[in-house]
């Protein structure tokens, strides 16, 4: 199992400088790289591998903040990578993540704890946001970030009245569903791929008309599974998926270089988010780790 490969699944729609970054990271052949453009994305960047082979998925989502279309995305990665052959792993990021550690170092972690699931699970009681989020009908789910005007602002109050309407009178769907829920970045085996993929059906129905489902559906699927008993657990909603994300009153914020000490001194294999407008702290990162894969390959 150790000898196989590990595919990288990638979510991208913008900040193409940060994504020829992380492929720099990955290329190395013992990965596959596949790439999930959103279909708004009218012109793709030119991206291209010396080591490992690198795959564009034709069949484009148009994905929208919030909906289920991001489950929809995610879906066509995964089923890309598992008909093209079996993998040790499957590492879902986003084209603005990048890894803190070399590839020896990964591929050897992975090895050492073959078989389990690396999934984020938020800690603590996170009832009321699953009710809110996936138990209430959530009207225009792909309009939840419309921008201004006339419209957008029809289907805001539209939204609202509807759930303040659901929760007046204890409307509620999937009662009997044990939800779950945490960071949508992950890290599966081929097992639990195989069987994220046989609930496509059900997990696209189930979600529709919901809100930010991609941070719930992998979670359920593992939670009512015996899959929940191979999960790496922890303490931490971060170490269980091995991402290194930073949030601020609530608010997903971009690292800088005032970060940088923070980051490379972490145990964590990968961090998100990074940006074009800090490209220094990527290039900082790029030279320590590059530097790390040197020097174990000596």
């Not at 914020?253 to 000490?261: C, L, P, Q």
Request: proline share 1%; net charge positive.
């Amino acid at each position: 199992m150790d000898s196989l490969k590990h595919a990288y699944l990638i979510m991208a729609h913008t900040e193409f400088e940060v994504l020829h970054k992380l492929l720099l990271f990955l290329d190395d052949k013992r990965n596959d790289i596949y790439i999930h453009f959103d279909k708004k994305v009218a012109q793709l960047p030119k991206l291209a591998t010396n080591h490992a082979t690198l795959y564009l998925l034709k069949e484009r989502v148009d994905v929208r903040w919030g909906d289920v279309s991001v489950v929809a995305a995610e879906y066509q990665l995964f089923e890309a990578a598992a008909k093209q052959q079996k993998y040790a792993y499957y590492h879902l990021l986003s084209g603005v993540d990048l890894p803190l550690k070399s590839q020896d170092e990964i591929h050897a972690f992975f090895a050492a704890h073959q078989g389990q699931e690396f999934i984020g699970f938020q800690q603590g009681d996170c009832e009321k946001e699953i009710d809110r989020k996936v138990r209430r009908l959530h009207l225009y789910p792909s309009r939840f970030r419309a921008g201004k005007g006339i419209f957008a602002y029809w289907y805001r109050a539209v939204r609202a009245l509807s759930l303040r309407f659901q929760c007046l009178f204890g409307l509620r769907r999937n009662r009997y569903v044990d939800f779950k829920k945490g960071t949508q970045w992950v890290s599966l085996t081929d097992a639990f791929v195989r069987y994220v993929l046989a609930h496509k059906s059900a997990v696209l129905k189930m979600y529709q008309n919901t809100f930010c489902s991609d941070e719930i559906f992998i979670q359920t699927l593992c939670w009512n599974s015996s899959f929940r008993l191979k999960r790496h657990h922890t303490d931490s909603e971060y170490h269980d998926c091995q991402r290194m994300i930073g949030w601020h009153k609530g608010q997903l914020i971009e690292w800088t270089s005032a970060d940088f000490n923070r980051l490379i001194a972490s145990d964590l294999l990968f961090a998100r988010k990074f940006s074009r407008r800090d490209m220094e702290l990527v290039e900082r990162i790029v030279e320590q780790v590059r530097d790390k894969q040197v020097s174990t390959s000596n």
